[in-house]
């Protein structure tokens, strides 16, 4: 089950809260930050913090413990920061070439779709 907080930092930058419950009683949430914010102090380990104490979130870290953490980038700047993907001998796949689809946070499954249309061309 999966539930979705909207997380509004500021009127400029834009985020968003995930939240998984899933068996054994286990919590995972996740802050996607943009990079588009105004403010130069904008610290998103801090923001993450107050995810954590929203009143939809709170009453279910509470008591826990944390088993997992981790952070990554996400190279989010549409089809027009695409690279040209191939060149002779090689070709640039998955993450480093962009491939990321923003409005589902789906960078994985674009990385792996473009490793076996790679893998499909050369034989």
Not at 62 to 89: D, K, M, W
């Amino acid at each position: 089950m999966t539930y979705a907080v909207h997380y509004k930092i500021n009127d400029f930058g834009s985020s968003c809260g995930d939240m998984f419950l899933g068996c054994n009683t286990q919590v995972s949430i996740g802050l996607v930050v943009a990079l588009n914010y105004h403010n130069p102090f904008l610290n998103p380990y801090e923001e993450f913090q107050k995810l954590k104490h929203h009143p939809a979130i709170k009453p279910l870290l509470e008591g826990g413990t944390v088993l997992q953490y981790g952070a990554r980038t996400l190279n989010e700047g549409g089809f027009q920061s695409i690279p040209y993907p191939v060149f002779p001998g090689g070709a640039i796949i998955g993450c480093s070439a962009g491939f990321l689809n923003v409005p589902k946070i789906k960078g994985t499954h674009t990385a792996m779709k473009s490793g076996n249309n790679r893998r499909n061309l050369i034989g």
